[in-house]
């Protein structure tokens, strides 16, 4: 496969945004449908290509296809490089990427239809499908910063999309400003290991981390910086709060951003640094707990929300912790000398992005259900739901199978890779291991409550949505993705991409119900599920008597801890406005401004008396030369 055609993977959608923002938008504003076409067919080259090269770096040395860097900028001694690598975690994950994206655009043309900003929504999904092909794909930290930085704009733009909306506009705002704490340590970690390594290639930092060379506390801080941006991007305890207001873009946008990709990102950055991350036995540990307790923490808000898209909020969280307990685990195995360095590098990738490739595909189907949802009821809350099973049943039974696949139920994709993030806690992290195992039940349950309020019992009443058709079944454009995800729904954890990222993390299909873990962890998703059912499906316990004596904890769960409060209030209101301002601006004021003022006050001091001295009679000036001459003199005479 030539070079051209892996640049060409994340440069086709990049061209896309170019010619809707310089050309169709402009000149053809009037045919916005050209916007999407264009949008479609760029992200449908990208994705052939991405096969190719899946197909390619299967065949190829080390499954390493390309590894190239060029020469961008060289100031002295600082060279800078930009340079994209083909491996298998950048394959697997170009393929992921493409796939949904597109997935996501053809269903937008349904869902979008009509908005007034349809040409510049496609402008701004192919820009993100391309900053988030281009980081996978790079080589070099700085590189990758580049395009995490994209991602994030692009971000911004899509959460905030329906800017006239006040709600949409502080959930973007929010965004950008909680993700840019996690960005700063990433920025600072990436300078700091310039300044000790001399290089931002990745594969020459893992060598070095590797073999010792990077080690100690330089290696600690680089890693949890590192972390810190992962913990942004993937919504991670406690930069968690802005993805569950992030809901306020338009539905798709939550699907392919907030669910498949984006916040993915944060853990394919561990998953290609894993290498140098796990070499730092506190960094990882730290890893671990993080993701431990963020898969719970998340998934205990999700039982009581009851907006369907802040519960898949939640469950994204919880997902992406998942992943991060899976990667912490083995590298805590690592760091003990229980798996050897070769099978602990591969294994800690595999569990992690095993688990990210089946949640891609089931995550964005359930997005895109409740999208196909609202679409009928003209809102987003289950409480005026239920009775949709008869009326959306290709909806019904869509959501129904991404809901059983996220529960980890046999034989769908969900259970091999939770599965294999189980086993792997099981084996390393015997702690963490009950914490995911609590979450699995959670996770069950909040799912099933939501199938049962939205598709069971009796309609509720809904609202009158903007499409103004009634309850119905969504159209074709929109139900054909849904179809396509649910069957990766299926079958996405059969396909071996464990062993294509070089450890075996599957189980034979019938062989994985001879293990103890699966039983048990069947055993708990059932049991969530059929929780669910008893109050939700048959009512044989109210749920709000169940709140009300639940109480405190009830009131905590539905205020989020109350973490949202504690940030707004104390730590911005309080910290920052009344206090780190306050000092800032008198700072401003007396400091700053007052160095200008003085400046300025000399300089008009200074003009003052040079006006008086110019008087223009010659005598005047005639005397100051024989003073000046008389001062040389006597200078000359006292140091001779």
């Given at each position: 496969?030539?070079?051209?055609?892996?640049?060409?993977?994340?440069?086709?959608?990049?061209?896309?945004?170019?010619?809707?923002?310089l050309i169709l938008r402009p000149f053809f504003n009037n045919r916005p449908m050209l916007s999407a076409y264009t949008t479609i067919i760029a992200i449908a080259g990208s994705l052939i290509l991405s096969i190719w090269a899946l197909i390619a770096v299967n065949g190829a040395e080390n499954h390493v296809l390309t590894d190239v860097s060029y020469q961008w900028l060289s100031i002295g001694d600082l060279v800078i490089n930009i340079g994209i690598t083909m491996d298998s975690l950048a394959a697997i994950m170009v393929v992921t990427v493409s796939t949904i994206s597109l997935l996501v655009q053809i269903y937008s043309i349904g869902y979008m239809k009509g908005d007034g900003g349809f040409a510049r929504y496609f402008a701004f999904m192919s820009l993100f499908t391309g900053s988030m092909l281009g980081l996978v794909m790079a080589n070099n930290l700085?590189?990758?910063?580049?395009?995490?930085?994209?991602?994030?704009?692009?971000?911004?733009?899509?959460?905030?999309?329906?800017?006239?909306?006040?709600s949409a506009a502080r959930a973007a705002m929010k965004a950008f400003l909680v993700t840019r704490i996690g960005d700063f340590g990433f920025l600072v970690a990436v300078i700091f290991l310039y300044v000790k390594t001399g290089t931002f290639d990745i594969g020459e930092l893992h060598e070095l981390a590797l073999a010792g060379?990077?080690?100690g506390t330089t290696l600690t801080l680089a890693a949890i910086g590192i972390f810190s941006g992962a913990v942004g991007k993937s919504g991670q305890f406690p930069l968690h709060t802005w993805l569950p207001?992030?809901?306020?873009?338009?539905?798709?946008?939550?699907?392919?951003?907030?669910?498949?990709?984006?916040?993915?990102?944060?853990?394919?950055l561990i998953a290609r640094m894993?290498?140098?991350?796990?070499s730092s036995e506190t960094a990882i540990t730290v890893v671990a707990i993080i993701g431990g307790f963020t898969a719970i923490f998340a998934a205990s808000m999700g039982l009581v929300a009851t907006d369907i898209k802040r519960v898949l909020a939640f469950s994204t969280i919880s997902q992406l912790g998942y992943m991060m307990l899976g990667m912490g685990a083995v590298g805590m195995g690592y760091a003990s000398g229980a798996i050897d360095e070769h099978h602990a590098m591969a294994l800690g990738v595999a569990v992690a992005i095993f688990h990210l490739f089946t949640h891609a595909f089931f995550k964005a189907l359930l997005f895109l259900g409740s999208g196909s949802v609202s679409h009928a009821t003209g809102t987003f809350d289950m409480r005026k739901m239920g009775g949709l099973r008869k009326i959306q049943p290709w909806t019904y039974a869509t959501f129904l199978i991404g809901s059983l696949s996220l529960a980890g139920i046999w034989p769908l994709a969900g259970f091999w890779s939770k599965e294999g993030i189980l086993h792997e806690a099981n084996a390393y992290a015997p702690v963490l291991f009950w914490l995911a195992m609590i979450t699995v039940f959670m996770t069950a349950f909040y799912m099933f409550r939501a199938v049962f309020l939205t598709f069971h019992g009796e309609y509720r009443g809904g609202e009158e949505g903007s499409h103004g058709h009634g309850l119905h079944e969504s159209p074709k454009i929109i139900i054909i993705p849904l179809v396509i995800l649910a069957v990766f729904a299926v079958i996405a954890g059969w396909l071996p991409v464990g062993d294509f990222l070089g450890a075996d993390v599957h189980f034979s299909f019938f062989g994985a119900l001879t293990s103890w873990l699966a039983w048990v962890s069947l055993i708990f998703g059932f049991a969530g599920i059929l929780l669910a059912y008893a109050i939700y499906g048959r009512k044989l316990l109210s749920a709000e008597s169940i709140g009300k004596s639940l109480g405190p904890i009830y009131t905590l769960l539905i205020r989020k801890y109350f973490i949202d409060e504690l940030y707004e209030r104390i730590f911005l209101m309080r910290f920052l406005v009344d206090g780190v301002f306050v000092v800032l601006g008198w700072i401003?004021?007396?400091i700053v401004d007052g160095a200008v003022n003085g400046v300025a006050m000399v300089t008009m001091t200074g003009g003052k008396v040079m006006r008086r001295l110019e008087t223009g009679q010659l005598q005047v000036y005639g005397l100051a030369i024989f003073v000046g001459i008389l001062a040389i003199v006597a200078f000359l005479f006292m140091f001779n």
């Amino acid at each position: 496969m030539p070079n051209i055609a892996v640049w060409a993977i994340f440069l086709l959608p990049f061209l896309s945004f170019l010619i809707i923002g310089l050309i169709l938008r402009p000149f053809f504003n009037n045919r916005p449908m050209l916007s999407a076409y264009t949008t479609i067919i760029a992200i449908a080259g990208s994705l052939i290509l991405s096969i190719w090269a899946l197909i390619a770096v299967n065949g190829a040395e080390n499954h390493v296809l390309t590894d190239v860097s060029y020469q961008w900028l060289s100031i002295g001694d600082l060279v800078i490089n930009i340079g994209i690598t083909m491996d298998s975690l950048a394959a697997i994950m170009v393929v992921t990427v493409s796939t949904i994206s597109l997935l996501v655009q053809i269903y937008s043309i349904g869902y979008m239809k009509g908005d007034g900003g349809f040409a510049r929504y496609f402008a701004f999904m192919s820009l993100f499908t391309g900053s988030m092909l281009g980081l996978v794909m790079a080589n070099n930290l700085l590189f990758l910063f580049l395009f995490w930085e994209g991602v994030g704009l692009c971000s911004y733009l899509l959460i905030g999309f329906w800017f006239h909306k006040p709600s949409a506009a502080r959930a973007a705002m929010k965004a950008f400003l909680v993700t840019r704490i996690g960005d700063f340590g990433f920025l600072v970690a990436v300078i700091f290991l310039y300044v000790k390594t001399g290089t931002f290639d990745i594969g020459e930092l893992h060598e070095l981390a590797l073999a010792g060379v990077l080690g100690g506390t330089t290696l600690t801080l680089a890693a949890i910086g590192i972390f810190s941006g992962a913990v942004g991007k993937s919504g991670q305890f406690p930069l968690h709060t802005w993805l569950p207001d992030a809901m306020e873009g338009p539905t798709p946008v939550s699907a392919l951003i907030h669910a498949a990709t984006m916040v993915t990102a944060g853990v394919y950055l561990i998953a290609r640094m894993f290498p140098m991350i796990a070499s730092s036995e506190t960094a990882i540990t730290v890893v671990a707990i993080i993701g431990g307790f963020t898969a719970i923490f998340a998934a205990s808000m999700g039982l009581v929300a009851t907006d369907i898209k802040r519960v898949l909020a939640f469950s994204t969280i919880s997902q992406l912790g998942y992943m991060m307990l899976g990667m912490g685990a083995v590298g805590m195995g690592y760091a003990s000398g229980a798996i050897d360095e070769h099978h602990a590098m591969a294994l800690g990738v595999a569990v992690a992005i095993f688990h990210l490739f089946t949640h891609a595909f089931f995550k964005a189907l359930l997005f895109l259900g409740s999208g196909s949802v609202s679409h009928a009821t003209g809102t987003f809350d289950m409480r005026k739901m239920g009775g949709l099973r008869k009326i959306q049943p290709w909806t019904y039974a869509t959501f129904l199978i991404g809901s059983l696949s996220l529960a980890g139920i046999w034989p769908l994709a969900g259970f091999w890779s939770k599965e294999g993030i189980l086993h792997e806690a099981n084996a390393y992290a015997p702690v963490l291991f009950w914490l995911a195992m609590i979450t699995v039940f959670m996770t069950a349950f909040y799912m099933f409550r939501a199938v049962f309020l939205t598709f069971h019992g009796e309609y509720r009443g809904g609202e009158e949505g903007s499409h103004g058709h009634g309850l119905h079944e969504s159209p074709k454009i929109i139900i054909i993705p849904l179809v396509i995800l649910a069957v990766f729904a299926v079958i996405a954890g059969w396909l071996p991409v464990g062993d294509f990222l070089g450890a075996d993390v599957h189980f034979s299909f019938f062989g994985a119900l001879t293990s103890w873990l699966a039983w048990v962890s069947l055993i708990f998703g059932f049991a969530g599920i059929l929780l669910a059912y008893a109050i939700y499906g048959r009512k044989l316990l109210s749920a709000e008597s169940i709140g009300k004596s639940l109480g405190p904890i009830y009131t905590l769960l539905i205020r989020k801890y109350f973490i949202d409060e504690l940030y707004e209030r104390i730590f911005l209101m309080r910290f920052l406005v009344d206090g780190v301002f306050v000092v800032l601006g008198w700072i401003d004021a007396h400091i700053v401004d007052g160095a200008v003022n003085g400046v300025a006050m000399v300089t008009m001091t200074g003009g003052k008396v040079m006006r008086r001295l110019e008087t223009g009679q010659l005598q005047v000036y005639g005397l100051a030369i024989f003073v000046g001459i008389l001062a040389i003199v006597a200078f000359l005479f006292m140091f001779n």
